[in-house]
């Protein structure tokens, strides 16, 4: 497992956090250590999904990444 801070812009609430909570959770692969505003701290595995997939899931659900 490789582990990872993603920084995150447009995050202003919990509702916020539970979004992007979700949609990691949606990945195979992907274990959330941490969501708060502003930034996730995930742990993937590289042979299942890698960091793109990971920030598309983010981006996704309606927020972007820096």
């Excluded at 979004?19 to 299942?48: H, N």
């Amino acid at each position: 497992m490789r582990e990872d801070i993603i920084e995150i812009e447009g995050m202003s609430c919990e509702r916020c956090v539970r979004a992007v909570e979700a949609a990691l959770r949606s990945l195979a692969g992907v274990e959330t250590r941490r969501v708060e505003i502003g930034r996730a701290v995930v742990a993937y595995s590289p042979d299942t999904v890698s960091r793109a997939k990971v920030v598309e899931a983010i981006e996704e659900a309606g927020f972007a990444c820096c």
